[in-house]
Nanobody, 121 residues
């Protein structure tokens, strides 16, 4: 599966932004999808994940209550809605997919290119 992330940009603190991750290939619904981010000088960190059916989600504590992960399997697309953005959310955001993985897994075999999110104070 190939992944293409989009939707990043420059916003102010408190604003919202929605990221998309378009997937190519078959059986998208059998892939758990995750979002990760990497800020300058920091290691990549987990943000959120959603099961293949969309019925189970998992979030990092730092984004819980502000970010919402979702997917539309008919469109082979995943989403990350980010509300109440903070300057510390500034990072390159990556989408990832792994077939039949649990939402708590950190083992993803397929990665999209990153999309920059910058939140100004």
């Amino acid at each position: 599966v190939q992944l293409q992330a989009s939707g990043g940009g420059l916003v102010q603190a408190g604003d919202s932004l929605s990221l998309s991750c378009a997937a190519s290939g078959r059986s998208f619904s059998s892939y758990t999808m995750g979002w990760f981010r990497q800020a300058p000088g920091k290691e990549r960190e987990f943000v959120a994940a959603i099961s293949g059916s969309g019925g189970t989600t998992h979030y990092a504590d730092s984004v819980k209550g502000r970010f919402t992960i979702s997917r539309d399997n008919a469109k082979n697309t995943g989403y990350l809605q980010m509300n109440s953005l903070k300057p510390e959310d500034t990072a390159v955001y990556y989408c990832a997919a792994q077939r039949l993985a649990g939402v708590g897994s950190d083992q993803y075999g397929y990665w999209g290119q990153g999309t920059q999110v910058t939140v100004s104070s």
